[in-house]
T-cell receptor, first 117, second 112 residues
Framework: NAGVMQNPRHLVRRRGQEARLRCSPM?????VYWYRQLPEEGLKFMVY????????ESGMPKERFSAEFPKEGPSILRIQQVVRGDSAAYFC???????????????FGPGTRLTVL | DQQVKQNSPSLSVQEGRISILNCDYT??????FLWYKKYPAEGPTFLIS?????DKNEDGRFTVFLNKSAKHLSLHIVPSQPGDSAVYFC???????????FGEGTQLTVNP
């Protein structure tokens, strides 16, 4: 999938634990997006980040969810005190140009499948 | 509020024939549209896109048509191949927007 790396691919957590999902964008891409796919649904936008900045987090639940994209290292999506409803596939995408450039395209990673027991 | 809709959950075609996948949208601020293909347990793979200033874009076996007045786009695959069997997602983005808004997907099955 165009070089976007995500790990782990599968993550199992018990209710109340924390989940950390990692995403390394394609080389040369500084724009990172996180999406969630619930069973039998399309992908839903969660958050858009550039290096060290959250640009748009309007799709992310206000509680328990946070995201970061540090100067060094991968982007992290953190879910605290997970509940069964958090079980989903979480996809990261990256793009080279960012919003404002009409033809900017997002390329997706393979996803992390989170299962909450 | 489903701003991007793919009304056909599934489509089955014979190998060698044309596959036509449809997508409707309601947000008139959308100006860039993309199609992604997704296999089970993998991430979406970008296929083809179209800007609102165009009504057609072609790349090999894949052609996307955009009808702005009807707020409708379609993806044509010809000839269809068994390896094309996957879920196809339509996505749209507003001018200067960051998020992609996805449809629910259409499962395409190409029978040998």
């Amino acid at each position: 999938n165009a070089g976007v790396m995500q790990n782990p691919r599968h993550l199992v957590r018990r209710r109340g634990q924390e989940a950390r999902l990692r995403c390394s964008p394609m080389k040369g891409h500084s724009h990172v997006y996180w999406y969630r796919q619930l069973p039998e649904e399309g992908l839903k936008f969660m958050v858009y980040l550039q290096k060290e900045n959250i640009i748009d987090e309007s799709g992310m639940p206000k509680e328990r969810f946070s995201a970061e994209f540090p100067k060094e290292g991968p982007s992290i999506l953190r879910i605290q005190q997970v509940v069964r409803g958090d079980s989903a596939a979480y996809f990261c995408a990256s793009s080279p140009l960012g919003p404002g450039v009409g033809t900017d395209t997002q390329y997706f990673g393979p996803g992390t499948r989170l299962t909450v027991l | 509020d489903q701003q991007v809709k793919q009304n056909s959950p599934s489509l089955s075609v014979q190998e060698g024939r044309i596959s036509i996948l449809n997508c409707d949208y309601t947000n008139s601020m959308f100006d860039y549209f993309l199609w992604y293909k997704k296999y089970p347990a993998e991430g979406p793979t970008f296929l083809i896109s179209i800007s609102s200033i165009k009504d057609k874009n072609e790349d090999g076996r894949f052609t996307v048509f955009l009808n702005k007045s009807a707020k409708h786009l379609s993806l044509h695959i010809v000839p269809s191949q068994p390896g094309d069997s996957a879920v196809y997602f339509c996505a749209a983005r507003e001018t200067s927007g960051s998020r992609l808004t996805f449809g629910e997907g259409t499962q395409l099955t190409v029978n040998p």
